[in-house]
Nanobody, 123 residues
Framework: EVQLQASGGGLVQAGGSLRLSCAAS????????IAWFRKAPGKKREGVSC????????YYKDPVKGRFTISSDKAKNTVYLQMNSLKPEDTAIYYC????????????????WGRGTLVTVSS
């Protein structure tokens, strides 16, 4: 059974940093790829970043490029999202999700979702 658990959210001032973690069980990083999504109040859920655990390739949505970094630790079955220079518009519930493919396909929905973690950025 695949389980994903996001953690690391919290309240931070604008310009600050947070590191989110996605602990994955029942997942093989040779088979599954991981993505981070976020859902802000009044807005649609959007993909933020994803990583192909097979080759390390990453993708970032334009608003977070240069500020967020996604990485994975295969030994710990954990994917991280380092978020720097946070802005109030980054406030959202952040979710990690997985696809059963080593190369994340952004045109398809994830196969598995984890519970989210709330990030609040104050101005």
């Amino acid at each position: 059974e695949v389980q994903l658990q996001a953690s690391g959210g919290g309240l931070v001032q604008a310009g600050g940093s947070l590191r989110l973690s996605c602990a994955a069980s029942g997942v093989s990083f040779d088979v599954h790829s991981i993505a981070w999504f976020r859902k802000a109040p009044g807005k649609k859920r959007e993909g933020v970043s994803c990583i192909n655990n097979s080759d390390g390739a990453t993708y970032y949505k334009d608003p977070v490029k240069g500020r967020f970094t996604i990485s994975s630790d295969k030994a710990k079955n954990t994917v991280y999202l380092q978020m720097n220079s946070l802005k109030p518009e980054d406030t959202a519930i952040y979710y990690c999700a997985a696809q059963t493919t080593p190369f994340y396909d952004r045109t398809h929905d994830p196969d598995y979702w984890g519970r989210g973690t709330l990030v609040t950025v104050s101005s």
